[in-house]
């Protein structure tokens, strides 16, 4: 058990990432007391029924009263209304960081809101799973995942160091990083992957000459890697399409050039242009591997063990 | 140990799926004998090694010499050559496999060489992981997953069965398909989502304002699931693809179409669109896992584990 970070800390929404956070914090003992807060009336009894948080509260302002950080899982659409609500129950001093995919419209969101008795750090831990909801979420969520900071303008060291100690403290690494470049980064890595996937299963389901049976029973081919993630949360991931729509679309532009280029090999029987391209990308996983952020066992590891 | 169902098999290519078959035949014991052959001296060496097949040879034909199944395991647009090679030297009575992942064209280049003393039973398992080559097989690979018998016209019953329990034996479900059926299910489940994949990697490797190092560290946000298969042999899937032409490129225009049609709700910031679409996709995640087509662990199960 390390020294609490934070006296308390305040988790505002009760779903996978903020549940994960809880179990994470108590694993490190990182934070004396834990509040927590969720609109529904129905996630705070089950919060209290599985333990989740110390203290559960009806309301997000006794929450975030006297809290030294005060963290908003909410989803990114929700933030800013969040933060109007809790401003005035801010205590001197505090920090405010929130877990939402994107940041520059958390950014311009939320700030105003804040009085500048608080410090606002904006954050954006890496990692989730395809559940959702206040029983998802677990310890080990943020290990070896990264965890991106982005103050905003004229942000003390003091208050980014602080979080970016408790981060770590909760198994992740620490990257700082400026707005629009992580939302760039994130419509790379995260955004337009998840269209592409919420795509490919729209149009499987949507064949009639092929069966949803016939899809689900011939899955493992390949189209049950792109189900996972297209099973993600839907609210959230409304929000960060609307809210990252620049970044999403300029990067699904070049998706679909590039998708192009490779039709046209197929159509044309360009086989040598096929094959090169499939030779350079299955470098990059080698290079994931390596990185420690992907297994190498075979399907994942997830059926059999080799040989 | 089941009786044998055949009492020699030969194993022509010795990749992901002809070791995983040895293996599974040796668990089953549905063999009495299973000779091997690639056109690689190395891959010999390495099956001579791991004690991989109970004889391998130097020679197609020899392998193929009196077996009584004969299972053509090479890249799709191999077929052909292989078939002509060791036609002349077919056993009377003896059945012919394939395992590519295409249909109607394997039929087509195979078919013509065969004498017509033996039976050709057209195969497809469908199965596989991101690894090739001989040391990457295991005799699970196809407990639970499907194998597809597609058999030409005028082929008695008998040699079907029999390959179908063969195929039972190492642990497959079997179907029987229709050719252009076949390959327009697969097109579906497997060929589109492929080159999808291939797709997604090659831009965010390509991508000059985000590093490949960005790309690698984060991307346990989504990307990395499509690095997976975006890593299986490229030799293999040039020949997919050049040979299920027109079932890939219809399902890639429809898959095109949709994505369209979301990126539109994107930029329109239609999010009844986005959310209505996400939630329908999320029902056939469950399809699968119920069907026991894939895990419900989070993240595949690679990580930690849940609470």
């Known amino acids: 058990m390390s020294a609490p970070i934070y006296d308390r800390v ?33 996630t705070r009894a089950t919060a209290r029924e599985i ?8 309301s997000a302002v006794d929450a975030a009263k006297d809290a030294d950080l005060i963290v908003l899982c909410v ?20 920090t405010v960081t929130d877990v939402g995919s994107v940041k520059r419209h958390v950014i311009s969101a939320v700030a105003p809101h804040l009085p500048d008795h608080v410090h ?42 602080r979080l970016s100690r408790f981060w770590r403290a909760l198994g992740a690494n620490v990257e700082v990083m ?77 998706f679909t050039e590039e998708l192009f280029a490779l039709q046209r090999a197929i159509r044309t029987g360009d086989g040598d242009h096929l094959f090169d391209y499939f030779t350079r990308t299955r470098s990059i996983r080698r290079g994931i591997i390596e990185a420690g952020q992907d297994t190498d066992a075979p399907d994942f590891g997830r059926g059999a063990t080799q040989r």
Do not use: Q
Request: aromatic residues 8%; hydrophobic residues 45%; glycine residues 8%.
């Open 178 to 254: 400026e707005p629009d470049h992580h939302d760039l980064v994130c419509a790379v890595t995260s955004h337009a992957p998840h269209l592409i996937a919420y795509t490919m299963v729209g149009v499987a389901d949507d064949l009639r000459r092929v069966t949803d049976s016939e899809v689900v029973k011939f899955s493992a081919a390949g189209f049950r890697d792109f189900t996972r993630i297209a099973a993600s949360d839907p609210t959230m991931w409304r929000d960060v399409f609307l809210t990252n729509k620049d970044a999403t679309l300029e990067i699904l532009g070049r």
């Open 120 to 161: 606002f750090v904006p954050g954006h831990p890496m990692a989730g799973t395809e559940h959702s909801g206040p029983t998802s979420g677990f310890a080990e969520l943020f290990d070896n995942r990264w965890c991106l900071l982005v103050p905003v303008e004229n942000t003390p060291s003091d208050p980014v160091d």
């Open 10 to 42: 305040a988790l505002i929404g009760l779903g996978l990432i903020a549940s994960s956070m809880f179990w994470a914090i108590k694993r490190a003992g990182v934070a004396a007391e834990v509040t927590g807060y969720a609109r529904s009336a129905e």
């Open 51 to 58: 333990g989740l948080c110390d203290r559960v509260c009806d």
């Open 75 to 94: 989803p990114v659409g929700a933030m800013g209304a969040v933060a109007e609500e809790i401003a005035p129950a801010l205590k001197n001093g505090a």
